[in-house]
């Protein structure tokens, strides 16, 4: 009898510790699921507020607007730029550090597509309060798109003798996290390093020279070129993308506009048309389909040069005409 009664005695403490085992993991399945919702909406609402940010920062600008996003948790934003179609596209999402859950979700929140946004910076940007964005209008030599330039509060950038021009536009725009030194040595230790002219010392992270950005990587040296904006007010919308950028960013975006460019200048063939029998000279036309054909095969920086010329080569049909293009 003891030994029957101490076995009905263990199954039923089994068995409530085989309920409650049930009840605990449908609590903490449930308690999972829910945090998990909470931070896909709060990260859904991140992603919105930045492209929604986005959108009255790059429309109808003629002049550089620097902006500060503000959020309320550590936040990593992705900036994913795809160039198969012609025009590509823009991918931003966002994962939000918080005290729900584990500290960074597994994987990013929903994705935000742009065809018609340009954001030049590292795939993943890391802020723990502030993201700044740099928005200049890019012509060339008529104005193809606003260039966005972000970075965030946890990265520095320290420019070493930079040119005269471009210096006086930095202090101008009073660009946050970036300072000016004379001597590289000067920079803080923890600060991007940014280096202007021939022979660079070994520890720069980015030299800038002959319109060519190179950038010192684990893997090797990497460069691209960039060419200046026909707008002389705003020459370095293209400078800015690559120091802002990783080099494979910015080969994708500027692809993406010189597809925006070939567009606009089929665009400004129909409108030649309509003006020729006025006062546009025959040249116009070929100087057009030159640039779009250049447009067309472009692959990748070490493309622009040749492109800015083209572009150049409209610019003087157009500059003196009455009835302009642009």
Known sequence: ????????????????????????????????????????????????????????????????????????????????????????????????????????????????????????????????????????????PFKISDVVIMWSDTVKYCFINPTSDFKREIERLKLTNVEIKGNINDCSLESK???FGGHAPSNYDIAINNEEVIYKLDSGDISVKYVHSSDNNNKFPLLYAAIFSDPETYECQVKRLMGRAKALVTLYEEKFDYLKGSCLPGATSLALENYKIGASNYDDSNYLLNIATLAQEIEDYNDPLKCRLF
């Open 193 to 195: 390093k940014v280096y």
């Open 1 to 140: 009898m003891k030994n029957k009664r101490g076995f009905e005695f263990g199954f039923a403490w089994i068995f409530a510790i085989f309920i409650g085992a049930i009840v605990i993991f449908l609590a903490v399945y449930a308690s999972t699921s829910i945090i998990g919702i909470k931070r896909y909406e709060e990260e859904a609402a991140t992603g919105a507020k930045i492209g929604s940010l986005l959108n009255p920062i790059s429309t109808n600008l003629e002049q550089a607007k620097l902006t500060t996003i503000y959020v309320q948790d550590e936040t990593i934003i992705f900036n994913e730029c795809e160039s198969d179609s012609m025009f590509g596209e823009q991918l931003l999402s966002t994962s939000v550090r918080t005290s729900i859950g584990q500290p960074w979700s597994k994987y990013p929140g929903p994705k935000s597509t742009f065809r018609d946004r340009y954001l030049f910076s590292n795939k993943t940007i890391h802020g723990k309060k502030e993201f700044y964005i740099l928005s200049l209008p890019f012509e060339f």
